[in-house]
């Protein structure tokens, strides 16, 4: 089956810092795109950021300057680097390997992790 696989979840203050890592699924030979997504209880789905294979970026409104999202091609692998998170940045983060990603006008493959849960409390 095609699944990424996320890591990197955790409990942290706010103002504090966490960085995501996820492996997209060894079965495929190449990627166009990776993606972060979240879902918090009671509220929608939503993209976190994305990024093609060749670099190019999205972003929430909401996690502009302060989350940046990396890609590395060799490994099919992304990360989020979250700074600066707030309690309502609490929510189960979700990889997608081929994501759809309205502001591009792409229509992926989407492919999801699993999730890793991230908790920004006092």
């Known amino acids: 089956q095609v699944q990424p696989v996320e890591s990197g979840g955790g409990s942290v203050q706010p103002g504090g810092s966490l960085r995501l890592s996820c492996v997209a699924s060894?079965?495929?030979?190449?990627?166009?795109?990776m993606g972060w997504f979240r879902q918090a209880p009671g509220r929608q789905r939503e993209l976190v950021a994305a990024i093609t294979s060749s670099g190019t970026t999205v972003y929430a409104d909401s996690v502009k300057g302060r989350f940046t999202i990396f890609i590395d091609n060799t490994k099919s692998m992304t990360d989020l680097q979250m700074e600066n998170l707030k309690p309502e940045d609490t929510a189960v983060y979700y990889c997608?390997?081929?994501?759809?990603?309205?502001?591009?006008?792409?229509?992926?493959?989407?492919?999801w992790g699993k999730g890793t849960q991230v908790t920004v409390s006092s």
């Open positions: 997608n390997e081929e994501p759809t990603v309205p502001a591009w006008g792409y229509f992926g493959l989407d492919y």
């Open positions: 060894g079965t495929r030979r190449s990627i166009n795109a």
